[in-house]
Nanobody, 123 residues
């Protein structure tokens, strides 16, 4: 089993920044590509960003490209999501997820999920 624990969410004004962390334990961290997803109230969960096992390649949803940055520290077995220039429409519960195959935006390909952390952006 793989355990994922997100942290770093909170309330921020529009234009502000937050950094989310996802601490991973239970298996070899570098065996897993990691992804971030989010779910706003009344909406389906959607892809945000993903990073390959080695950290060399990242992919982003168009809605966050240029504002969010995903990274990982394999020594600390932690993946991060730096969120800048936040907008009210970024308000959601943010989830990290682990995938033994490839970095992918497809939710169903992820094997393990964290419990989520709330991000609220006020206008």
């Amino acid at each position: 089993q793989v355990q994922l624990v997100e942290s770093g969410g909170g309330l921020v004004q529009a234009g502000g920044s937050l950094r989310l962390s996802c601490a991973v334990s239970g298996r070899t961290f570098t065996d897993y590509a990691m992804g971030w997803f989010r779910q706003a109230p009344g909406k389906e969960r959607e892809f945000v960003a993903t990073i390959t096992r080695g950290g060399g390649t990242t992919y982003y949803a168009d809605s966050v490209k240029g504002r969010f940055t995903v990274s990982r520290d394999n020594a600390k077995t932690t993946v991060y999501l730096q969120m800048n220039s936040l907008k009210p429409e970024d308000t959601a519960v943010y989830y990290c997820a682990a995938n033994r195959l490839v970095a992918t935006p497809r939710e169903y390909e992820y094997d393990y999920w964290g419990q989520g952390t709330q991000v609220t952006v006020s206008s």
